[in-house]
């Protein structure tokens, strides 16, 4: 265990910001040594507000210091897998923005390089770490689900206003949606849905992924945006400029035990955001996330919650068969009314702490099992084998579009497992 804190340094100077409050809650542990950015407005305004943390321009030059232990990349998605490839073959440990990578070929490098450098890799799916989802996850690990059959989640959040800078140019988020990128017509941003679920399902522990398909809408909301918004002759208010992209992405997947999970992914359709959209059905209960922000999330469990349920019928010595009229209603109830009973402990123990850095919590507590996993030189909850199950199906949703949604195998990446 090292004596000193470990000293983290941030690419990518944005999204890297969002983490100062979760950097303060472990003050002691882990502390900001240095960022690196190639904006100078970023690098600026980080020597502003941070004075005492370093500023690098190119990452060669971050990589370079040995005062630093660990990087934590929030650059732009195509970067992740070589810088991360980098940092490890430099000594350092990583923490990775999602997703981990974006080609198959960078899975695999990314996993033979966390096996020969030994050195602690962590994807930063935060949204692991929201109450809900610890609190389903401990739900499922306790067997109250009973044999879980199906389990869903998706990310649907207009992005459109992300895909042009102020100036007119595309950013990296345009790029990849744009007709020209390969990633366009997939399920480009997996892990927020599948994340989570594959944690409920005990994915590369107690089951695999094993095919996955994936089916795309045609491409109607981001010309109709850029009209709108691009002044005239913007070269992508042209219809032909996002021809060959997709509003929404809907992947299935099927695992070894015969479980199917749904995905889907859509940062194009306007409607208002909401962060979760997860479900579960299993043989002695079911989950649903809220569908908008003045909702709750619901269960329903056999034998706990309320109305008439098979579990009604269950008297020793009495099976019979049950009339549909009989059988009445199981009722849903709000999730947190069973805190008692499933709370996950890692939100008892740090929930207040949780919730006052970003994502619900999800910042903190992913950097605080990074820490952890760093410190103790354990497996990181989040490693990479699951980063990059999880990653692949955004380059195997392409092949799968491009095959018109014909099957496509998931790679067993730990090959020791
Ligand atoms: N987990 C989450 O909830 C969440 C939320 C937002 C963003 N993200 C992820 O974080 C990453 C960054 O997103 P963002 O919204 O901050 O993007 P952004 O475009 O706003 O910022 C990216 C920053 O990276 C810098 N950069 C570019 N090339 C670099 C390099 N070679 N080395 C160092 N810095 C470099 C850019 O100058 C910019 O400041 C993305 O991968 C995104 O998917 C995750």
């Given at each position: 265990m090292p004596q000193r804190p470990i000293r983290l340094a941030i690419a990518g100077g944005h999204r890297g910001a969002s983490f100062l409050n979760a950097l303060a809650l472990l003050e002691g542990q882990i502390e900001l040594a240095a960022i690196c950015d190639p904006s100078e407005t970023v690098r600026d305004r980080w020597s502003q507000t941070n004075p005492g943390v370093k500023t690098y321009d190119t990452y060669a030059r971050l990589l370079d210091?040995?005062?630093?232990?660990s990087v934590f990349i929030a650059t732009p998605m195509t970067l992740h897998a070589e810088q991360a490839i980098q940092a490890l073959k430099a000594g350092k440990h990583v923490l990775s923005?999602?997703?981990?990578?974006?080609t198959l070929d960078e899975c695999w490098e990314l996993v033979e390089t966390v096996e020969k450098t030994g050195y602690t890799y962590m994807l930063a799916?935060?949204?692991?770490?929201r109450r809900e989802t610890l609190f389903v996850k401990n739900m499922a690990e306790l067997g109250a689900?009973?044999?879980?059959?199906f389990a869903e989640g998706a990310y649907i959040h207009?992005?459109?206003?992300?895909?042009?800078?102020?100036?007119?140019t595309r950013s990296w988020r345009g790029n990849l949606r744009?007709?020209?990128?390969?990633?366009?017509?997939?399920?480009?941003?997996?892990t927020h849905s599948l994340g989570p679920v594959a944690q409920w399902l005990g994915i590369n522990r107690d089951d695999r992924l094993l095919r996955t398909t994936t089916f795309v809408t045609q491409s109607a909301s981001r010309h109709e945006w850029a009209k709108e918004v691009l002044p005239e002759?913007?070269?992508?208010?042209?219809a032909d400029a996002w021809?060959?992209?997709?509003d929404s992405a809907s992947t299935l997947i099927q695992t070894e035990k015969g479980r199917v999970i749904s995905l889907r992914f859509d940062s194009a359709s306007p409607r208002p955001h909401n962060m979760v959209h997860y479900g579960i059905q299993g043989n002695r209960g079911a989950f649903v996330s809220r569908r908008h922000d003045d909702e709750e999330p619901l269960v329903w469990i056999d034998?706990?919650?309320?109305?008439?349920?098979p579990a009604n019928f269950r008297h020793e010595g009495m099976a019979r068969p049950v009339g549909h009229e009989e059988m009445g209603h199981p009722e849903w109830q709000l999730l947190w009314d069973l805190a008692d009973r499933y709370e996950h402990p890692l939100w008892k123990e740090h929930g207040a702490d949780a919730l006052s850095s970003g994502h619900g919590g999800g910042d903190y507590l992913v950097l605080k099992d990074f820490v952890e996993a760093v410190m103790n030189g354990s497996r990181p909850p989040i490693d990479v084998y699951d980063a990059v199950t999880w990653s692949s199906i955004t380059p195997l949703s392409v092949q799968s579009v491009q095959n018109n949604g014909a099957p496509v195998d998931i790679p067993r990446f730990n090959r020791n497992s």
């Open positions: 210091d040995p005062d630093i232990d923005e999602v997703i981990a990578a974006v799916e935060n949204y692991c770490y689900f009973g044999e879980i059959t207009d992005c459109r206003d992300l895909n042009i800078h102020i100036d007119g744009a007709g020209n990128s390969q990633s366009s017509r997939g399920n480009g941003y997996p002759g913007h070269p992508d208010r042209e021809l060959n992209s997709a034998g706990i919650s309320p109305g008439v349920s």
